[in-house]
């Protein structure tokens, strides 16, 4: 009786495990491909579509942004952003509905971060980091809506797609967990609240 439970047991984990593996298989064969892929779980925005992988910037981190806009701002910067991919801003926009805008081209370089200026190891070790993690070799994510509270965290909706979006990022790019950062672990930031903190912690929390 008790082999027959275990054996029981043991087939009810390999019947979720086997479609979780398979999903992030989906996942990633379409976070290699190209054009504007529907990707399940995000609603997508291609103002520049993908090419080929092979030919992007060799993206080495991320680095989750927040910006001081109202709700709806996002739309408004990733157009600004897509008119003209090297103005400060970044490559990927967040809604807070959501709504992901994919802005600029692979193989251009926004102008976002502050050079990575951060050295006091004040949230992570910035050994690592300091004049590293820079605009050249690191892809931004803006999430729109902390106004008038810039001290207010993302929505639900924003968690949601970037669960998604991460994982995404990341397979395409082949970039470790431990490379995405918020902007304020890397830079000195607004002192009022710790820009992209929570959900670059979120995104290490949530791992592999």
């Known amino acids: 009786m008790m082999i027959a439970r275990l054996l029981a047991a043991a087939l009810a984990a390999l019947c979720l495990i086997f479609p979780a593996v398979a999903e992030d298989a989906e996942l990633t064969r379409l976070a290699r491909g190209s054009g504007t892929p529907e990707i399940p779980g995000l609603k997508m925005v291609w103002l520049a579509p993908w090419g080929d992988v092979r030919d992007a ?7 989750v942004h927040q910006t001081e806009g109202p709700a ?24 807070t509905d959501g ?7 692979e193989n251009l370089v926004p102008t976002h971060g502050d050079g990575a200026n951060r050295n006091d190891n004040k949230y992570i070790d910035n050994g ?4 590293q993690v820079v605009r050249d070799n690191s892809i931004g994510v803006e ?63 949530w791992g592999e």
């Not at 060799?58 to 680095?63: C, F, H, L, T």
């Not at 709504?99 to 081209?105: E, S």
């Not at 082949?174 to 002192?191: E, F, M, Q, S, T």
């Open 128 to 131: 690592p980091t300091y004049r």
């Open 72 to 95: 709806g701002s996002a739309r408004g910067g990733a157009l600004a952003q897509a008119k003209a991919p090297t103005r400060r801003g970044v490559t990927v926009w967040v809604e």
């Open 99 to 105: 709504t992901v805008y994919w802005a600029v081209a």
């Open 57 to 63: 910037r060799p993206w080495r981190n991320i680095i």
């Open 143 to 205: 999430f729109a809506g902390n106004y008038p509270d810039v001290a207010a965290g993302p929505t639900e909706a924003q968690v949601a797609a970037w669960k998604i979006l991460v994982k995404v990022l990341r397979a395409r790019y082949g970039i470790p967990l431990d490379r995405v950062y918020a902007h304020n672990w890397i830079d000195y930031k607004d002192a009022r609240y710790c820009e992209g903190c929570w959900l670059a912690t979120l995104a290490r929390m």
